[in-house]
């Protein structure tokens, strides 16, 4: 009788089976043989990454984690480095740095030291461990010791490569699980932290609150406002050193998993066939913000080429004519290579890198690609 009455509640198209057609349509035919591995690591749980809060006691939190079986895959990920570094036995000369990368079309000069020191810490279970992490409990000074996020999400921010003393804008913050990471490496002078919704901004407080001990969120180190970021271009021209636009998309493992808040309910239609558009202008005024030399993420959580790479493409060609501003495409190979223990990579993308779900390692998908602005 209880299923019964669900039945009739049930809404005649549920949007999860929208964006299952839709994303059957149009996945299958830009991931090829992909798909349908992609579409059963979406259509199941997705696993989970515990990020370690610095600010509270990580050396108990770290040893439960061990020993539950659990590991840091981004200290794995720079070990993994180091050893390859050495095997080819060039390192001094190279100009390869899994978080730091070279242009696609030129190759830059310097020499980059292995960077272990980013201070973020990940934990993951092995590939196929499907294992759970327990809610975070406050350590004795009332900190959580590690906020649960998909492992994915870390990437955009070691892809930034935020070094000592650099000016940060993370334009579409809330709820705030990359504006933490980012607060993790402590190298941080100045974050500007943005969300245009005061509801997930009021949400992003209540993180940063449970996780950064007031006297490092002091408004001279961490501004919180609720803009709309398309128009930060205005606001601040050529001022950070580092801006993260990790934008609203059509959120394809939620949209799959979950009725509310559906982008593809119908009343959303006009909202989502929007979204590149927004997505253009988000990363337009991005690298507005950016000062000239220093370096711009853009990230999604869809599959989606047409709000990822196409978003890219266009953005840049904007900038340049419109804006006056010109960037350069960063090659994210040395990234993925050394995380490809952990997550899934597409093997040949066209621009950026764009993480799979898969069974074994069900993360993602998350897209990342970064841009050096030259002028
Ligand atoms: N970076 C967040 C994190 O790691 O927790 C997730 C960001 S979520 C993918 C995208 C965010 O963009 C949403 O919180 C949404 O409110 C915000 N947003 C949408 N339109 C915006 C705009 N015009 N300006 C700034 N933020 C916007």
Redesign the pocket.
Known sequence: RVKAKWATSRPKFPSTSLALQYFDMNYGTDLGDLWPSVRIGMLSEQKYGALINNFSNTGDVMTTLQVQGAHDFVYNGALAWEEKQKTTQDHLQSDEHPFRSSTTSETQGAALPPSLSTNIKCFVFPKGDISRFKSARPDGTGMLGYYL?DAA?IL?VLALDVQEGHNVL????????????LLQTQAIRHLAV????AS??AR?RR?LQSYVPREHLTEDRVRIT???????GELERDTYDRV?V????T?DRHSLQEEDNNVFSRVRAKERQRLPL?QI??LL?GLEATRPGGEVVY???TLSPLQNECVVEQALELARKERGVSAQVQDLQALAHVFRDTFHFLPTPRLGELVLPHLTANFGPIYLCKLRRTS
């Open positions: 996020l999400s955009p993370d334009l579409c913050a809330a709820p705030g699980g990359k504006t933490l990471a943005n969300d245009s919704s997930r901004t992003l993180v609720s803009f709309d970021g398309r128009r930060w993260l990790d934008v609203p998309c959120t927004l202008q988000l005024a990230s999604t959580c």
